[in-house]
């Protein structure tokens, strides 16, 4: 099965607001803390539902300090089967 991995930085306050935020968004994506000293969640989605956990966190990202890991494109996660990179969450200029 292909799965889609997205890791972002969040305030360590913020680790329990963003899992229980994506509970609600029910099989949009499996939530993991990585490092809850720095913040580094990882968010494991299908293909189908990656452009929505993007669009997402992009959402997030206005309420709560939330910043994709690997921020340049040649080191990007690409998710199988599409032939998309994530992007970043951030607006530019934020």
Do not use: K, N, W
């Not at 890791?7 to 306050?13: D, L, T």
């Not at 000293?37 to 990656?50: I, K, N, Q």
């Amino acid at each position: 099965m292909d799965v889609c991995c997205v890791q972002v930085r969040v305030a360590r306050h913020d680790i329990g607001l963003l899992c229980s935020l994506m509970a609600g968004y029910e099989g949009v994506a499996i939530v993991r803390t990585m490092d809850p000293r720095e913040g580094v969640v990882e968010l494991l989605a299908a293909p189908a539902f990656y452009q929505v956990l993007l669009d997402i966190l992009q959402g997030l990202s206005a309420e709560m300090t939330l910043s994709l890991l690997a921020e340049d494109a040649d080191t990007h996660p690409r998710c199988p089967g599409t032939d998309e990179e994530p992007s970043s969450p951030h607006p530019a200029g934020h």
